[in-house]
């Protein structure tokens, strides 16, 4: 069983700032991902960024590409989000998800909703 703890959600303005941390409780597994999904009211979970284990790739969609980056410290099993130029649009809450097994990141943020792990969620709201 794999427990997932997000914090550091909040509220900002435009083109603020906000890092988002998940705590993983300890991996014993070589190979897994990690990823980021977010869900804005009356709309569809969307994956944002993905991290895997296998040659440490990484995945951000279009939407997100130049702004966020997600990374992971293995040391102290914490997933990153760091978001930066925050539109109102990104206003959603914020879930970090992981996924045993060997994958790409693309592939990962596909295969998370159905057999992934879930955090409870943190909440980000932008004002404009």
């Known amino acids: 069983q794999v427990q997932l703890v997000e914090s550091g959600g909040g509220s900002v303005q435009a083109g603020g700032s906000l890092r988002l941390s998940c705590a993983a409780s300890k991996y014993t597994y070589s190979s897994y991902c990690m990823g980021w999904f977010r869900q804005a009211p009356g709309k569809e979970r969307e994956g944002v960024a993905s991290?895997?284990?296998?040659?440490?790739?990484?995945y951000h969609v279009d939407s997100v590409k130049g702004r966020f980056t997600i990374s992971q410290d293995n040391a102290n099993d914490t997933l990153y989000l760091q978001m930066n130029s925050l539109k109102p649009e990104d206003t959603a809450m914020y879930y970090c998800?992981?996924?045993?097994?060997?994958?790409?990141?693309?592939?990962?943020?596909?295969?998370?909703?159905?057999?992934?792990?879930w955090g409870q969620g943190t909440q980000v709201t932008v004002s404009s």
């Open positions: 991290i895997c284990t296998s040659g440490g790739s990484t």
């Open positions: 998800a992981a996924v045993l097994g060997d994958m790409t990141a693309i592939q990962a943020l596909g295969v998370m909703p159905d057999f992934g792990y």
